[in-house]
């Protein structure tokens, strides 16, 4: 719930949800008689500092919700402190914004997980399920590990203490375990949860699946590998002849390297008096 503070300021009384506070010039929870003080800060700066004191307050100071949002609510709150804004954010609006947040977490195709900072799963969305396999009551409450193979579990405490440091951690593609026991290949992003004093109380995991794309690129290795160790002069070229592959087997026949011949036009593979014979 919220207390009411009522802020004065150049006259004009102001009464917004809130935490009770102090601020320079005149401040009186609501039925109390005021107190003066000090007047350590102007009225713009009082009122900049009211507008961060009641978003902190309210429900979009919630560690879930982004810093451009909290921002977006820090200008409109002190807009209207400011005589610039006629309506104020209420309870409905932050609703509102943490509706909208859920929603767009919820439907993403990727999985969404939340972790504290040891390894217990604390939130996780509809992608996750779909990617992993465990559904969100059999998920939520658990750790982690349910989803890491054990060579990587010691990888894994390493990120999360790192996290924990403040250190940030780039993307990377790793292998974790779906609730059938197969292992699928993800592109993975943590990002650190901060509790309303800026401290580091989680994790955010997205997970995108990527073993199609994997698999993908292990068949063009294999063929890739055929045509490199083939004895066979294999060449690829343009419609125009212009060379743009050229294995082992091309270097042995004709004796031209890879980068001496990728590029130039096949025309110089060819006898002058037989030009005519490639079409």
Not at 42 to 67: K, M, N, Q
């Amino acid at each position: 719930g919220f207390t009411t503070i009522s802020l004065q300021f150049d006259n004009r009384t102001i009464q917004r949800p809130g935490r009770e506070v102090i601020l320079g010039g005149t401040h009186r929870p609501r039925g109390q008689a005021g107190r003066r003080h000090g007047n350590s800060m102007t009225s713009a700066e009082a009122r900049s500092r009211a507008a961060d004191i009641i978003v902190r307050a309210g429900p979009v100071g919630d560690r879930r919700v982004t810093r451009p949002r909290r921002e977006h609510w820090r200008s409109k709150v002190a807009a209207k402190l400011t005589g610039e804004a006629s309506e104020m954010p209420g309870p409905a609006d932050y609703q509102n914004v943490l509706a909208h947040l859920a929603a767009i977490i919820e439907s993403a195709h990727d999985a969404v997980i939340g972790e504290n900072l040891e390894g217990v799963i604390t939130s996780w969305n509809q992608g996750a399920e779909n990617v992993f396999g465990y559904p969100s009551e059999e998920a939520i409450g658990s750790n982690a590990a349910i989803l890491i193979p054990d060579p990587r579990m010691h990888a894994e405490r390493e990120i999360l203490d790192r996290i924990a440091r403040g250190e940030r951690v780039q993307s990377f593609d790793t292998i974790r375990r779906h609730r059938d026991g197969r292992l699928i290949d993800v592109c993975l992003t943590i990002s650190p949860i901060r509790d309303a004093t800026g401290k580091i109380d989680g994790v955010s995991k997205i997970a995108h699946d990527i073993t199609e794309r994997k698999q993908v690129e292990l068949k063009l290795a294999h063929l890739s590998a055929i045509v490199e160790s083939t004895d066979d002069a294999i060449v690829s070229t343009t419609f125009d002849g212009i060379i743009t592959s050229w294995n082992r087997g091309a270097e042995r026949l004709f004796g031209y390297t890879e980068e001496e011949a990728v590029g130039q036009h096949a025309g110089f593979l060819i006898p002058s008096d037989q030009a005519n014979e490639e079409p």
